[in-house]
């Protein structure tokens, strides 16, 4: 149950709260990247979310409920291995985007992943799968919880995220031209859960090059990274 937000003002500001259950994560930095890793019973730690060097931001959001559209059928690609590529730099946004637009774009079964992607220009793209996909060219700001953009409220379920959805999207709308990163994290701070927990909340200052993030709501505690330019 997660919450991704751009901004694209005198910055472009990417931040990101994972919200997780009884799952087993772990955040790494290098000078290339920080990322968020998950430990899969089957492939072990697998590079999810996060940002990198080049400027892209790989958020992956559950959609609430599940369109049995994103099951794997036929040839297609796989939404997880897209974001991945992203995060390790194997393909661009534009790569990506250009895939979506060309083929099936499928999640694994019984789960609507989606994806929250960003580049070093703040252009935004929303994919999920078996819907179709949202391109923003640098828009002001953007938003995705855990509901389909395609289908809007018209779905209920307990945890889409709507109430989240609205709470960032207007706290975004209303900002000023000088958002940065203490005030992404306010964004954060105020659609983080503690039912289904937030247990990371980060920030990337795009045109820095500089990755925040705190573990567990704890805002008082921010660790931060530099990467290192291309």
Sequence with gaps: MCTSIVSNRNKTIVGWNLDLLNM????????ENVIIEFNDKTEGWMPLFGA????????MPTCWPFDERSDPRGEGENVILLDIDLLLKKKTLQEIKEIADTRLVYSVPG????????DGEGNVL???????????????????????PFK????????????????????LRNAS???????????LKAVSQTVCPTVVSMVYDVGERKVYWCENRDYDNISEKSLKRE
Excluded at 24 to 30: A, D, H, Q
Excluded at 54 to 59: A, E, H, K
Excluded at 111 to 118: D, V
């Design 152 to 171: 809007g409220n018209s779905e209920i379920h307990p945890w889409m995220g709507y109430d989240r959805y609205q709470k960032a999207d207007e706290m």
């Design 111 to 118: 789960l609507t992943f989606m994806s929250a992607l960003s």
């Design 24 to 31: 087993e994560y772990r955040v790494t930095s290098s000078d």
């Design 177 to 187: 031209d000088d958002f940065d990163v203490k005030d992404c994290f306010e964004v």
């Design 52 to 59: 990198n060097n080049r400027g892209d931001f790989v958020g």
């Design 126 to 148: 929303h994919i999920i799968p078996g819907q179709g996909y949202k391109y923003y060219e640098k828009p002001e700001y953007a938003v995705l919880t855990n509901f389909s």
